[in-house]
């Protein structure tokens, strides 16, 4: 196999992007804060100790190995990292940190969407704090997931905010994200998601990521909008590969909240319910001479992913509806119910997520509806027998 068809990856999570990898038909190698079961089955994975991520990547023999790289979610925080990782191993499939450095920075990204005349929320650049009207999200600079989010109500903690903030205006609407492929020069729209942050039926704190449901049916102005914002942003960013940016649908209109420069969760909603090949599209954007990808087909259907949190502590079980899924995996072409499996015996603590699980439906309030039902099912399941308040598992 060439060296071109290894390609290793790095992040908090890489079950999906290697599963997206697996079916571009290369060969994944992978390091994550979990190794899950069903990423196991299919990949060499090596697992990170949470008090080594993420320097710990760096300490990886898999540097040593021919390849490419690229890097998943969090670490687009860390363009310090990329860089000394970028000089153990090249290519990277990726953004590069000098790019990281300028589309993580809310205000250059606001500069760059008002310059193309689109619309984007505000920024407070006042002396001190904004008033605590409810109007100002107070948000980390490095956040990745929805995390440390929370609205301005004029208060931090007795320790203070644990990391730099900024504050941003709080649009209400319906929160999506939108998919994009940058060639450095501009963008193309591959999608979107309706996206779900915060979700109590999932256990999800406020305002953290929880799920995706898509692809949206769009009318031609909305459409555009979604183009118009991937344009502003890869070309004024020089993004290349995949790309997701976060945005609030309010009366229509798409106004961005966050670029993510790299492979997101929503993706796989896509490529699921579209046969979307992404991995084979982001080489492209890094090896021109790779193999041209099918085009996805019209989707008859909404696929929809969400991550199930724990509400109290958990040991996961050995056994379950997810198990096929862990061991005898079918082909990765096929849509699994169950992902990011655990291993068993893994004691989760509240607010970790659990599973992901997956539907199809003809519509998002269809797919919701499953979606539901399952997690619904699944959570009594799960902490009636193997939650850790109970003194055993029950038989």
Known sequence: MPDSDFLLIVGASTRAAAFSALRAGLRPICADLFADGDLQARCAVRRIEPNDYPHGFLDLTEWNAPGPWLYTGGLENRPTLIDEMAQRRQPLWGNSAAVLRRVRSPFTVRKVLCEAGLPCPRLWDGDGPPPPDGHWLMKP????????IRVWQGSVSASGT?????WQEFI?????????????????????TRQLVGESWLHAAAFHYCGSVGPLALDPARQQAFADIGAALGGGFGLRGLFGVDCILHDGVPYPVEVNPRYTASVEAIEYATGLCAQALHRLAFDPAAPVPPSPIEPTAVVGKVILFARAPLRFPAHGTWQSWATAFPSVEIMPTFADIPQPGTVIEPGRPILTLFQRA???????????????????????????QHHRPLP
């Open 162 to 166: 644990p990391r730099p903030v900024y």
């Open 141 to 148: 600079l490095a956040g990745a997931g929805g995390s440390g």
């Open 362 to 388: 003809a519509t998002v309030d269809a797919c919701l509806g499953q979606l539901r039902r399952l997690a619904a099912a699944l959570d009594r399941w799960l902490f009636m027998r193997y939650s850790t």
């Open 172 to 192: 209400r609407g319906d929160s999506c994200a939108a998919i994009y492929l940058g060639d450095g020069q501009t963008a193309r729209l591959l999608g979107v």
